[in-house]
């Protein structure tokens, strides 16, 4: 059987170029969600299955990567069905292993603990543009803390760093689980169907109103509900007065606290945000996981075309392993598009170390080379990138590659 050169469907090799930016992008991370307060943490890239079969991943628990048991414990012959050959999975996510995690290790950790997670997670997924089949997500969750105050520093933190990396006039879309659900009940929509309706809703901006209505329609709710539900979608603005709007409406299903406190978020983020972006209420989303029990966010940009990071409230989530459940609130970026889109952008890492190639002619004695190295030893350590090379034939083709590669001083050293 002929080996492979390609890397498997859905994955990628990564070359230097785009490793750089990586690098860059994740110490830029690390940086600034460390002024913010929060921990590095790292767990595990393989999980319990029924962690990850819980029914809180949504579909991507259709995707996931599962690992046969090992050795005495698996059992071809006698198998009778997937429980028998299957005890774990790569995670597909970093929010259940976090979850596991807190729940584990609580009693060591301050209260609120703010975590930050760096790491690959794979999905069966249908790989596309700025998706992959095993893809680095970036985290950061507040565990412990019930208020707004949560959400307002993990999207402060998030949009500081997309500042950082020279992203402008991007839109954070918000809105509440409670108020979506509030909408439909009000609306008269039977309460075992209101997945189906929320399924539908987030096509909205692909199908539209009459999209959205048509399928209702075919799921067979009623004209009533349907037509109740879409006008208010038509009265509801996206700033504060949506959300005023939205309280008012409705008063007999929704606690008042829920539109207050997102009024709260979207105030506060307005007032002292100090990067180029703009805050907006959605009533249209929706958020796929169904462990998101309050405040859900997504990051909107036009350059991509759609979302570049998301996240929200999910209160019962380490309840599922405690028996006690945690306010738990949490923002990922969408690290991968992020990277491609600095990449398709020809982002250059703003840096003040120069970049120097030393090429040293071929057979180059001992005696010679000695003084070169010690030379590039110093300037390596007053901050110097130094790159010593052999000298090729062609040296214009070796100069020009050193170059689009960072480098803009060359000194060569001869035999003479």
């Known amino acids: 059987m002929a080996l492979k050169k390609k890397p498997v469907t859905g994955m990628k090799d990564i070359l230097p170029k785009e490793m750089e930016i990586r690098n860059y992008v994740m110490n830029m991370i690390r940086e600034t969600y460390g002024k913010f307060g929060f921990s590095a943490i790292e767990t595990p890239c393989v999980e319990h299955i029924e962690?990850?079969?819980?029914?809180?991943?949504?579909?991507?628990?259709?995707?996931?990567?599962k690992i046969l048991k090992r050795g005495e414990k698996l059992k071809l012959d006698t198998a009778e069905c997937e429980a028998d050959l299957v005890d774990s999975g790569l995670r597909y996510d970093l929010t259940v292993p976090l979850s596991r995690y807190y729940s584990n290790n609580a009693g060591q950790l301050p209260t609120p603990f703010k975590a930050l997670q760096m790491g690959n997670v794979w999905r069966a997924d249908r790989p596309q543009?700025?998706?992959?089949?095993?893809?680095?997500?970036?985290?950061?969750?507040?565990?412990?803390?019930p208020t707004y105050l949560a959400e307002i520093e993990l999207v402060m933190a998030t949009t500081t760093?997309?500042?950082?990396?020279?992203?402008?006039?991007?839109?954070?879309?918000?809105n509440d689980r409670k108020i979506l659900k509030a909408m439909a009940q009000y609306s008269g929509f039977p309460e075992d169907s209101f997945d189906t309706v929320f399924i539908i809703l987030d096509?909205?901006?692909?199908?539209?109103?009459?999209?959205?209505?048509?399928?209702?329609?075919?799921?067979?709710?009623?004209?009533?509900?349907?037509?109740t539900y879409l006008g208010m979608f038509k009265e509801i603005t996206t700033d504060i007065e949506g959300v005023r709007y939205c309280k008012e409406k409705l008063s007999d299903v929704l606690d008042p606290k829920v539109a207050e406190d997102l009024e709260t978020i979207i105030t506060a983020v307005d007032s002292v945000k100090n990067a180029d972006f703009k805050i907006s209420f959605d009533p249209t989303l929706v958020r796929g996981m169904?462990?998101?029990?309050?405040?859900?966010?997504?990051?909107?940009?036009?350059?991509?075309?759609?979302?570049?990071?998301?996240?929200?409230?999910?209160?019962e989530m380490i309840g599922k392993f405690t028996g006690q459940n945690t306010s738990a609130?949490?923002?990922?970026?969408?690290?991968e598009r992020i990277v491609m889109l600095l990449l398709e952008r020809g982002y250059e890492i703003p840096t003040n170390a120069a970049k120097k190639a030393y090429?040293?002619?071929?057979?180059?004695?001992?005696?010679?080379?000695?003084?070169?190295?010690?030379?590039?030893?110093?300037?390596?350590?007053?901050?110097?990138?130094?790159?010593i090379s052999i000298m090729k034939k062609n040296k214009k083709f070796q100069k020009e590659?050193?170059?689009?590669?960072?480098?803009?001083?060359?000194?060569e050293f001869f035999n003479k």
């Open 401 to 411: 590659q050193m170059t689009a590669e960072g480098y803009t001083e060359f000194v």
């Open 359 to 387: 090429l040293i002619e071929k057979n180059m004695p001992a005696d010679k080379l000695l003084p070169i190295l010690k030379q590039a030893e110093e300037e390596r350590k007053n901050g110097v990138q130094v790159n």
């Open 161 to 174: 760093l997309l500042g950082k990396l020279d992203f402008h006039n991007f839109t954070i879309r918000i």
């Open 203 to 227: 096509k909205m901006d692909k199908i539209g109103l009459e999209g959205v209505a048509e399928e209702l329609e075919k799921e067979g709710f009623s004209k009533d509900s349907i037509d």
């Open 51 to 65: 962690n990850l079969s819980s029914k809180q991943g949504g579909e991507n628990e259709k995707l996931i990567f």
């Open 329 to 335: 609130c949490g923002f990922s970026i969408g690290f």
């Open 129 to 145: 543009r700025g998706r992959f089949r095993q893809f680095m997500q970036c985290d950061i969750d507040i565990l412990g803390e």
């Open 290 to 315: 169904s462990y998101y029990t309050g405040p859900i966010f997504e990051i909107a940009m036009d350059e991509f075309g759609g979302s570049v990071g998301g996240g929200g409230r999910y209160d």
